[in-house]
């Protein structure tokens, strides 16, 4: 308990009487942490980690970019900036999310006076055509480098505060991070600012730069328990065949894992380069440094291929390190965090005082560990991803990303829609998720005894305690505002 009290002290936002602190935030694409996705941060872990604090309980509220980056910005639930999934008919940088795009933290930083800037991926639908081009510029930025689209590393087209700028052979982390250091460059402390570096590793296709290609060439996909086996108390989409994949496909895995890790390779140049950067230009003193992601990734856990979008640890939970003024260093904290909860904390840092209407709380006001999360995704079927040659193609206004290359084994399906609740305490890990299928799907792990989520204990357990989670869920699945989130049967109709 002492240590949550210190950490929340020493967390204390600034008074109107000090400098007020500037923020570099680099968030990565699809990067896991369950799957030793950190293993080539060795300087992320090194300036930031054994600098600052390491969150070891971090995840997101969803595990697909869009929606997850959503809240990212806004301190949202899913629910609440309903940005459903990654089409624009679900939200992504529709006219609904446009609304909300004004009540991000970048806004309320750059109305209290700070210099912003962004570069690299936004959402997945910003800058196309059909959601109004790349001459917008999101509202909050001083000055903004989006690129149009989702992730690539070559050939990509680039929002320079609204004039579209096209590249071919320029990678694209690389470009990020020269963006970032002429502007740190610029930067004088008469002025605080906020950066946001949103580099596309390690989404698919995991393009390493060219000095990186074949640096892991020995290295393996991880085999973790669940690694490849039949699973027949998960849901109907996990346990649709081939199950297990054939052994055909694990060169495949292991290609994919290990262009992975050499993708984010750049990455972790760029956060060493940005700190030289601050460090050289006197800044690295008052500056936070936070490194986190959208969502995990899964690579062959319960026979499933490689993607995002399920509710199991490898997809939900992510790196997350913190490094700046006051904050302990070489420090690991196990509270549980979600990314609902770094824009508030940012806001409380700069000395402003965050809305009662965020779901997400400052880390700095835990005393404990205890906590209730929500995870929610709304299943997405997309044209033309199911491949004729399948024999699923039956149902291809309802499946999504089903291609030979994956034996055929679909990734994504309409009615995978679920909501879970993580409920993480000194006493407690555990896990209870509900789907929206014909099957009316439940399950339940107790992760303190079943790491890698293989026990489904939903009819094992007593009805009473599965009753109030299944209660507690349900009343999280309409929650807003802090207060409502973080306790939703004690305070039902608070909204902050």
């Known amino acids: 308990m002492y240590s949550y009290i210190l950490l929340a002290l020493l967390f204390a936002p600034f008074s109107a009487c000090q400098d007020k602190p500037n923020f570099v935030v680099i968030l990565t694409d699809d990067q896991d942490v369950v ?24 995840y997101v509220t969803s595990p697909i970019c869009c929606p997850s980056r959503a809240s990212f910005l806004t301190g949202l639930h899913v629910h609440n900036h309903m940005t459903w999934n990654n089409s624009i008919s679900g939200g992504c940088y529709s006219r609904v999310w446009r609304k909300f795009e004004k009540r991000t933290f970048a806004t309320a930083l750059k109305d209290a006076g700070y210099n ?30 989006g690129l149009v689209g989702n992730s690539v590393y070559y050939n ?9 700028t096209f590249s071919t052979d320029l990678y694209l982390t690389d470009i990020i991070r020269d963006l970032s250091l002429n502007y740190i460059e610029n930067q004088t402390e008469s002025r605080p600012f906020l950066m946001v570096l949103a580099p596309p590793a390690p989404h698919q296709p995991a393009t390493p730069a060219e000095r990186h290609r074949g640096f892991y060439e020995n290295t393996t996909v991880l085999k973790t328990p669940n690694f490849n086996i039949a ?30 890790w050499e993708s984010l390779l750049a990455v972790d140049e760029m956060v060493a380069d940005v700190v030289e950067s ?20 899964h690579i062959g856990q319960f026979s499933q291929v490689y993607d995002k979008r399920q509710p199991y640890e490898a997809d939900v939970k992510v790196p997350l390190l913190i490094r700046g003024p006051n904050i302990p260093k070489n420090y690991t904290d196990s509270q549980p965090v979600l ?30 560990i205890e906590r209730y999360m929500l995870v929610e995704y709304y299943g997405e079927g997309r ?35 679920f909501a879970c609740l993580r409920h993480i305490s000194q006493r407690f890990n555990m896990k209870y998720c509900s789907f929206a299928d014909s099957e009316n799907f439940t399950e339940m792990y107790d992760l303190s005894t079943d790491l890698y989520e293989m026990d489904n204990i939903v009819d094992k357990v ?20 802090y207060k409502n989130c973080d306790n939703p049967l004690e305070n039902p109709k608070v909204y902050g």
Not at 282 to 294: P, V
Not at 345 to 363: H, N, W, Y
Not at 390 to 417: F, G, I, M, R, V
Request: proline share 9%; hydrophobic share 30%.
């Open 35 to 58: 799957l030793d996705g950190m293993k080539p941060m060795q300087s992320v872990k090194r300036f930031i980690g054994n600098e600052g604090t390491t969150f070891t309980n971090s």
């Open 116 to 145: 912003t800037f962004y570069a690299g991926k936004y959402l997945n639908e910003y800058g196309v055509h059909a959601s109004g081009g790349p001459e917008q510029v999101p509202p909050g930025w001083s000055e903004w480098h």
């Open 156 to 164: 990509y087209t680039i929002s320079n505060n609204g004039v579209p």
């Open 231 to 260: 699973d027949d108390n998960k849901h109907w989409l996990i346990r649709m065949p081939p199950s297990p994949l054939p052994e055909k496909m694990m060169p495949e895995l292991d290609r994919v894992y290990r262009s992975r």
């Open 278 to 297: 601050l460090d050289s230009n006197g800044l690295l003193q008052n500056t936070y440094l936070i490194f986190t992601s959208d969502n995990g990734y």
């Open 339 to 368: 990314n609902i909860d770094i824009a508030p904390t940012i806001m409380a840092l700069a000395g402003l005082s965050p809305p009662r209407t965020m779901d997400g709380r400052q880390i700095t006001i835990a005393q404990d």
């Open 383 to 417: 044209d033309d991803s199911v491949d004729p040659s399948c024999p699923w193609k039956y149902d291809s206004e309802h499946l999504a990303q089903c291609y030979p290359q994956y034996d055929c084994k679909c990734q994504d399906a309409k009615n995978n829609t």
């Open 462 to 481: 007593l009805p009473s305690i599965k009753h109030w989670y299944k209660l507690t869920l349900s009343q999280m699945l309409t929650c807003k505002g």
